[in-house]
Every structure is written in C-alpha cells, then in structure tokens.
C-alpha cells in the first residue's frame, strides 16, 4: 500500500521554464512533507519542507503548495535550470510521535537547456 | 564536514555470505535511519534509531539487523545474503523530529 505517490516518472522541461512536480498522499495523519532532490551516485540533500498548518512554502526558485483536502502537494521551480536536472521525492511524516518518513517513488525531472 | 558517511561505497557479496553496513555521522543527531532504493520503489525504510542503544523496524526489516552502540554510529547487518537484498543503501540522520534528514551517498551491494 503506497502512502506517498508520485505517479509521473519523469518530466521534461525547457530551461526558463516552470517543472510541476506533483505528490499525492493517502494518510490524513501526515502533517509534515519535504522534497529532496537526489542527483545520481549521490543521496537524496533536502530541498524544502511544509507544515500542514500552511497552504504554501517558498525558498527562492523553489515553492511547494499543499492542498490538504485533495491530499495532494506540488513542487514548483521557476526558472528551470539545467542544474536542477535531477530525481525529485516527496516524503511525509506525522509531525509527532511517528519518527518516520514515507517516501514516494521519485520523478526524473530533465530540463533540456 | 563530514555530514553522513557510508563505509563502503560499493560490494559484491555472494548468496550466504554475511556483512555489517557502517553509517557515522559528526552533527550529534539523535535519530538515524536506514534505507533501501530499488527501482520504481523509492525509498523504503528498513531499520531506525531514536537514539543510542535504540532500534525499531521500519517498512521492509525482514533479514536485517542493526545496532546502535555509539549514538554516532548507526550499523545494518545481513546475516545471510541473498539476491533479493540487491540494492543500493542510503542511511540518514536527523536532529530531531519535524526536521529534515541528512543522507550518505549510499552503499550499492550486489548480491550474486
């Protein structure tokens, strides 16, 4: 049973363009979520986070949006660069008690300079 | 800074054999993890530690083992190799909970 869906492999964008990355969850207990960005032959270095009492999180390029009654979250990177060229996961967790991460499959994002 | 360090980076094991994973870390986190990542699966959580002397299991612990003596030291242990425990390795640490996770570069391990 897969908690945490990312349900597109891959995603190919132009540079300057706006990547889309979506994530859906199934657990209504998840209160917390983050993106991490993983290039090959490395681990996974963490992008942005979200707590479920806000609706949006930004950090320069990078904003994540959460829409809790959909149960649905999305990633938003504007411009894209080659460099963000990368497999991308969203995670959840239950902000308290759980220590536990659940992790969707990953979507290969390749934004063609 | 080191960050979250996997010792080693690649192994060829035959069916049987047995090996201990090392992940250490130098940020004095509380909580460590251990994972696996297998295409089309993402991330699956095998092993975790809220703090020295603690294991609990996660998603898929089913042969493996862990210990963890020294709160910088976070082990994973396969008695028994066998092919399906192919894979590549990822241990993460955290200072806390609500806290994003530091992740090692991994460990692939083939298991013929």
């Known amino acids: 049973d897969q908690q945490v869906k990312q349900n597109s492999p891959s995603l190919s964008v132009q540079e300057g363009r706006i990547s889309i990355l979506n994530c859906d969850y199934t657990?209504?207990?998840?209160?917390?979520f983050l993106w991490y960005k993983k290039y090959p032959a490395e681990g996974p270095t963490f992008l942005i986070s979200?707590?479920?009492?806000?609706d949006k999180n930004e950090d320069g390029r990078f904003t994540v949006f959460l829409n809790k009654s959909a149960k649905h979250l999305s990633l938003h990177i504007v411009p894209s660069q080659p460099g963000d060229s990368a497999v991308y996961f969203c995670?959840?967790?239950?902000?308290?008690?759980?220590?536990?991460?659940?992790f969707g499959t990953g979507t290969r994002l390749k934004v063609l300079a | 800074n080191a960050g979250v360090t996997q010792t080693p980076k690649f192994r060829v094991l035959k069916t049987g054999q047995s090996m201990t994973l090392l992940c250490a870390q130098d940020?004095?986190?509380?909580?460590m993890y251990w994972y696996r990542q297998d295409p089309g699966m993402g991330l699956r959580l095998i092993h975790y530690?809220?703090?020295?002397?603690?294991?609990a299991k996660g998603e898929v612990p089913d042969g493996y083992n862990v210990s963890r003596l020294k709160k910088q030291n976070f082990l994973l242990g396969l008695e028994s190799a066998a092919p399906s425990q192919t894979s590549v390795y990822f241990c993460?640490?955290?200072?806390?909970?609500?806290?994003?996770?530091?992740f090692g570069d991994g460990t692939r391990l083939s298991i013929l």
């Open positions: 993460a640490s955290t200072k806390g909970e609500v806290q994003p996770q530091h």
């Open positions: 657990n209504s207990m998840f209160d917390y």
């Open positions: 979200i707590s479920s009492i806000k």
């Open positions: 995670a959840a967790s239950e902000m308290w008690g759980t220590y536990k991460y659940i």
């Open positions: 940020m004095n986190h509380e909580y």
């Open positions: 530690s809220v703090g020295e002397g603690t294991t």
